[in-house]
C-alpha cells in the first residue's frame, strides 16, 4: 500500500475517483438541482452562478445530471468487475488447476470470444436482447471475464508447482481447499490490478453503449447518452457535450492512474 | 517453416467455426419471436409468417445452422430486411470506407506513437517521459465519441478547415482518422516504450557501444528494430480495436462503412445486416492476427520452433 502510494499518479488518480465516488453518492443532499426538473424557458442556458454546468434541452441542470450519470457508471464498472472477475476467477482457477481436456474445452471457448473485436460483441449482444442497463452489464460480463480467466490460469499453473502446494497437497488437503487457499491467492495481486483498470474500460464501454443508443434509456442519465443528445447542439449549446465527457475522461484516467500506480507496486519491473 | 504455416492455420479454423456458430445463434437470443420483433408489435401475423419463413425459423435450428454455415462458406449471408439486397453486395459496397479510415487511423497512431515511444524509453525517469506517458494515459482515456465532436467544433465550425462529416476528399479523412487513432497512439506509445526499454537493457546494446557505435546508432539500427518485433503482435492485435472503435467514429462522422451499416442495421432490426456485419468485422480480425502469427514466425524464428 504504501509503495502504492509512493507513485505521484496514483495518488492523482486516488484522489479523483475517491472524489468523484463521493460526489456522486452525496450529490443528491448537496446539489440544490433536482436532476430530473424541467425548466423549459432557459433550455439550452450556458454555465452561470446559478447553474454552474448550464441547462440542457429541456432545461434540466447539467451538474445535477452529470453526478446521477455518475452513479450509473461506477454502478456498471463495479458490477461488471465483479462479476467479470468472480467468474474469471472461477475459470481460469479450474482451467489451469485441473488442465487437460477442461483446460482444452475453456480454452477454445475463450479463442471464440477473444476473436471478437473489443466491444463488438457486446454491440451484437445488446442489439439483439434489446437496449436496457441490464442488458449492457450482461454483455459486458460475457465478454469481460475471458481477461481475468486468462491471467488466473496464468498464476495458477505457476503457482500449482510452488513448493508450498505440493506440501499441502503431501498433507492430504483436498482439491478445492488447495485451490482456494492455496493457489488462487496468488493470483489476487494482478488481478486487483487488471480489476482497477477493467474498471476504466467498463465505465468507457457502458458510456460507448449508450452514445450509440444501446445502453441506458432515457431519462436515466447517463455520461454516453448525454455526449449523444448534445450533439444535435454542439453548434448552440457545447456545454452539453463538454461536461459529461468531461467528466468521462477523468473518471477514466483516474482508474488508469490508480491502476497503473497498483500494477507498478505489485510488480516494479513495470516502472 | 511450412508446418507452423500449417498449424497456425489449421488453429483458426475451429475459431473460425466457433464465431461463425455464436454470430448465427444471435438472432435466436432475440427475446420472443425476431420476426415479429423486426416487424414490430402491430404486424399482421401473416407477414410475420412470410417473415419467418423467408429467414428460415420455420425449420429445425440444426438445418438452419447447416445453411447458414454453408451460405457463409459460399459468401451468401442472406438478404437485407430493410432493402432487400443481398447483404455481402451492401457490405462489399462498404468495405473501402472502413479499410481506408481503419488504415488511416493506424498510420496516424503509427507516426504519434513511435517518436513518442521512444523518446520516453531514451529519456527514461525525466520530464520528458512523464509527459509522454501522462499523455499516451490521457489520450487512452478519451473516448473518441467526445474527442471526434471536439475536433469538430474546432477544425470545422470554428475553424473552418476540415469538413465536418461524409467521405469524399483527403481532407474528409482527417478528423475520423485522428480521433479514431489517438487512443491507439497512446497505447503503441506506451508498448514501444516498454519494448525498448526491454531491449536498451540487453548485452548486445552495450556491446554495439562498446565496439563505437554512436548512441543514437544503437538505439535506431539495433535495439528499436528488436523492439519493433513484439509491436507488430500489439498493432495488429489494436486492429480489432480500430475495427471497433470505426463503429462509433463513422456513426459521429457519418462514414460509409460498415460500422455505420451496423448501426443503422441495429436501429432497423435488420438482423440478417447485424449478422453479416459482425460476421466480416470478426472474421476480418481473425485473418489479420492469422496474417500477423505468420509474420511473427517470419521475423522471429524462434516463435516457430516453440
Request: glycine share 12%; with cysteine; net charge positive.
Amino acid at each position: 500500500m504504501r509503495s502504492l502510494f509512493r507513485s505521484g499518479q496514483a495518488r492523482v488518480g486516488g484522489v479523483i475517483v475517491a472524489s468523484v465516488v463521493l460526489a456522486a453518492l452525496t450529490s443528491p443532499w448537496l446539489l440544490p438541482w433536482d436532476p430530473s426538473a424541467q425548466d423549459l424557458p432557459h433550455r439550452l442556458q450556458g454555465p452561470s452562478g446559478s447553474h454552474w454546468f448550464g441547462l440542457d434541452e429541456l432545461g434540466r441542470d447539467i451538474l445535477a445530471r452529470v453526478l446521477l450519470g455518475a452513479r450509473v457508471s461506477l454502478l456498471v464498472g463495479v458490477i461488471v468487475v465483479g462479476v467479470s472477475s468472480i467468474v474469471g476467477m472461477a475459470v481460469g482457477g479450474v482451467s489451469g488447476y485441473y488442465g487437460g481436456t477442461i483446460d482444452q474445452v475453456i480454452g477454445r471457448i475463450m479463442d471464440v470470444l477473444m476473436a471478437f473485436p473489443g466491444m463488438l460483441l457486446a454491440i451484437a449482444l445488446v442489439a439483439v436482447l434489446g437496449p436496457s442497463l441490464v442488458n449492457v452489464v450482461l454483455a459486458l460480463a460475457v465478454i469481460g471475464w475471458v481477461g481475468y480467466a486468462r491471467l488466473v490460469r496464468g498464476q495458477v499453473l505457476r503457482a500449482r508447482e510452488f513448493e508450498y502446494v505440493t506440501a499441502a497437497k503431501a498433507l492430504g488437503a483436498g482439491t478445492p481447499r488447495v485451490l482456494i487457499r492455496h493457489v488462487l491467492p496468488t493470483a489476487v495481486p494482478p488481478l486487483l490490478v487488471q480489476a482497477t483498470l477493467g474498471m476504466a474500460g467498463a465505465i468507457l464501454s457502458e458510456a460507448a453503449l449508450s452514445f450509440l443508443g444501446l445502453g441506458v434509456q432515457p431519462p436515466t442519465p447517463s455520461w454516453g447518452s448525454m455526449i449523444n443528445g448534445g450533439r444535435v447542439h454542439l453548434l448552440d449549446a457545447p456545454h452539453l457535450t463538454i461536461f459529461p465527457g468531461l467528466f468521462l475522461a477523468i473518471v477514466v484516467l483516474g482508474f488508469n492512474f490508480l491502476g497503473d500506480g497498483l500494477r507498478d507496486a505489485v510488480d516494479p519491473r513495470h516502472k | 517453416m511450412l508446418g507452423y504455416f500449417l498449424r497456425r492455420v489449421l488453429l483458426a479454423i475451429p475459431v473460425l467455426l466457433g464465431v461463425a456458430t455464436l454470430v448465427f445463434s444471435l438472432i435466436h437470443l432475440v427475446p420472443g419471436d425476431p420476426a415479429q420483433a423486426m416487424l414490430g408489435e402491430g404486424a399482421a401475423p401473416n407477414d410475420v409468417d412470410q417473415l419467418r419463413r423467408s429467414l428460415g425459423l420455420d425449420r429445425p435450428l440444426l438445418e438452419q445452422y447447416g445453411e447458414f454455415l454453408g451460405n457463409a462458406i459460399s459468401g451468401d449471408l442472406g438478404t437485407s430486411f430493410r432493402t432487400g439486397q443481398p447483404v455481402t453486395a451492401m457490405i462489399a459496397e462498404r468495405v473501402p470506407a472502413t479499410a481506408e479510415l481503419a488504415i488511416a487511423a493506424m498510420l496516424v497512431a503509427i507516426v504519434l506513437a513511435l517518436p513518442l515511444g521512444v523518446i520516453a524509453a531514451v529519456k527514461r525517469g525525466t520530464a520528458a517521459d512523464y509527459g509522454a506517458m501522462t499523455f499516451a494515459l490521457a489520450g487512452v482515456s478519451i473516448p473518441n465519441f467526445w474527442l471526434g465532436p471536439l475536433l469538430a467544433i474546432v477544425f470545422a465550425v470554428e475553424l473552418g478547415w476540415l469538413p465536418v462529416s461524409g467521405r469524399g476528399t483527403l481532407a474528409h479523412l482527417v478528423l475520423p482518422a485522428f480521433s479514431l487513432g489517438l487512443a491507439l497512439a497512446a497505447i503503441l506509445a506506451r508498448m514501444t516504450r516498454a519494448s525498448l526499454l526491454d531491449e536498451l537493457n540487453e548485452l548486445y546494446v552495450r556491446a554495439a557501444r562498446a565496439r563505437g557505435v554512436s548512441r543514437v546508432a544503437s538505439i535506431t539500427s539495433h535495439a528499436l528494430r528488436n523492439s519493433l518485433i513484439p509491436l507488430t503482435t500489439i498493432i495488429a492485435l489494436q486492429f480489432g480495436a480500430v475495427l471497433t472503435g470505426a463503429v462509433i467514429t463513422e456513426t459521429i462522422f457519418a462514414w460509409p462503412g460498415i460500422g455505420r451499416l451496423l448501426i443503422q442495421s441495429i436501429g432497423f432490426r435488420d438482423y440478417p445486416m447485424v449478422q453479416g456485419c459482425i460476421l466480416l468485422i470478426a472474421v476480418t480480425y481473425v485473418g489479420v492476427n492469422l496474417v500477423t502469427d505468420l509474420l511473427y514466425g517470419v521475423l522471429d524464428p524462434r516463435i516457430r520452433f516453440e
